[in-house]
């Protein structure tokens, strides 16, 4: 069933972290919880750093595995049914949070539902990007923990409403490395829109500055 909107905390349940330490809250389950939505709260798209501000009521909740999940209350996701996330808004800030949501799904996610998560939350991904993400569960069983709270987030000039281009950056041991996805807007929601060649996704450029990007914490 869909989970019902969530403050991002459960009754019983007690914050943690991610590898790097960044704050996740429990969610209730290992999905994840949608939280209310209010487009009210969405950034000020006249903004001069509209593309890289932070959605409003940014949480990251604790996945499977410890994966670190993204949740707004502005700009989705506002439903998760079956362990995919759907909903965002037609927004910068919702277009990032649904490129990283389908990486960490994809990633994450157990067997049965990060296959699903490719069939519907990547557009002409196939069967080259389930192989892909397939020997990235067979090499590293243990993926979900590398799922953290990103360092950065920015969607590239030359934003529309159909079409986004969301950097996101990853600490790693020399500065950051970033990775490039590039988003659609299909049927009423972000999707990824897979590169003929499916490595692309796990092309990453480092960084020794964060100049430019959002910090969505």
């Known amino acids: 069933m869909p989970s019902m909107p969530s403050t991002g905390r459960s009754a019983n349940g007690l914050p943690s972290m991610d590898l790097f330490g960044n704050r996740l809250d429990p969610a209730g389950n290992e999905a994840g ?13 006249h903004a001069p750093d509209y593309l890289s501000i932070t959605p409003s009521g940014m949480v990251w909740q604790r996945g499977w595995g410890g994966a670190a999940l993204g949740v707004s209350r502005s700009d989705g996701p506002s439903r998760i049914d079956g362990g995919i996330a759907s909903g965002y808004a037609d927004t910068p800030q919702g277009a990032g949070l649904a490129a990283y949501d389908a990486l960490g799904r994809a990633l994450a996610a157990p067997d049965g539902v990060w296959q699903q998560v490719i069939a519907q939350r990547y557009v002409d991904g196939g069967q080259a990007l389930a192989s892909r993400f397939g020997r990235s569960h067979a090499t590293t069983p243990d ?7 990103p ?42 829109r897979t590169p003929e060649n499916p490595d692309d996704l ?12 959002g910090v969505w914490k």
């Open 33 to 45: 919880a949608a939280l209310a939505q209010d487009a009210g709260r969405r950034p000020d798209p």
């Open 143 to 149: 993926m979900a923990k590398y799922v953290v709270v």
């Open 151 to 192: 360092d950065g987030i920015r969607v590239m000039p030359g934003y529309r409403p159909d079409f986004a281009v969301v950097q996101i950056a990853i600490r790693g041991k020399d500065g950051w490395g970033c990775s490039t996805w590039p988003m659609v807007w299909t049927n009423g929601d972000w999707k990824v």
């Open 202 to 213: 796990w092309a990453s450029q480092p960084l020794d500055s964060l100049t430019g990007f």
